[in-house]
C-alpha cells in the first residue's frame, strides 16, 4: 500500500480544528500529522514535520496564514499549501495565491472536496474551490491586463520571451488554452507550446503557480 498524504492543520479556532482533524481521521489515505492555532506555529511545526499538505487558515492571530504561506513556498516549496477560507473575499483568495498556496477551500467545503483537494494538492498539482476559482477569474479580469512586454521596455525574468509573457498575462487573466490562442489568433498546439517552455522556465507545475509567478513579477499590470 502506498504511504498516507501527511498532514498539518492550522486554524486558531479550536472547534474548526477538532472538526476537520474528525473528517480527515475518516480518510483512509490521509494521516493527520499535528494541529496549530496561529501562522508562527503552523511554520515552526511544518519546517519541522514535513508534511505533504498544510490546510492552512488565512486568519490567524501573529502570523496570518498568508504570511505563514509565503514563508512556507520560501523554506519548504515541496509543502503544499491549501488555504482555508470563511469567506471568499477577493483579497485573501489573491494575497494566498500570489504568497504560494496551490489549493483553494472555503470552510463549507465538503468531506469529499477536501479529500479530493489534499489528493491533487499532494501529487503538485493546483485545486481551486469552484466558487473561489470564479473570484479569482472575476478578480483578475476585472482590476488587471496582460503586460504588453519587451515592447513597453520592460526587462523580463527567467530568460522568458515576450510572447511568452503575453501568454502569461492571459493565464493570470484567466484564460483556457483555447481562449488564448483565439486571442492570438495562433493555434491550441501552438499555446500548448508556448505554455510547457514559460513553465519550464519559471519552475510551475500548474497554472495557479504560474498566476502567482505573474503577479509576484509584475508581469500583469494593474489599472
Known sequence: ??????????????????????????LEDVEVLDTASDGEQAVEKAERMAPDVVLMDLRMPRVDGIEATRRLAASRPRIGVIALTTYADDASVLGALRAGARGYL????????????????????????????????????????????ESDGVELPDDLTAREAEVLGLIAGGLSNQEIAARLVVSPATVKSHV????????????????????????????
Not at 502506498?2 to 479550536?14: C, F, G, M, T, W
Not at 498539482?125 to 470564479?134: H, K, N, P, V
Not at 472575476?138 to 503586460?147: N, S
Not at 519559471?202 to 508581469?219: F, K, P, S, T, W
Open 106 to 149: 472555503t470552510k463549507d467545503a465538503s468531506a469529499e472536496q477536501i479529500a479530493a483537494a489534499i489528493t491533487r494538492v499532494a501529487g503538485g498539482e493546483a485545486s481551486l474551490d469552484e466558487a473561489i476559482q470564479t473570484k479569482v477569474v472575476e478578480a483578475v479580469t476585472a482590476g488587471a491586463e496582460p503586460l504588453a512586454a
Open 196 to 223: 510547457n517552455h514559460l513553465f519550464a522556465k519559471i519552475g510551475a507545475r500548474d497554472r495557479a503557480q504560474a498566476v502567482g509567478y505573474a503577479y509576484q513579477h509584475g508581469l500583469v499590470a494593474e489599472e
Open 1 to 26: 500500500m502506498s504511504e498516507p498524504i501527511r498532514v498539518l492543520l492550522a486554524d486558531d479556532q479550536r472547534v474548526v480544528r477538532e472538526g476537520l482533524t474528525l473528517i480527515l481521521d475518516l
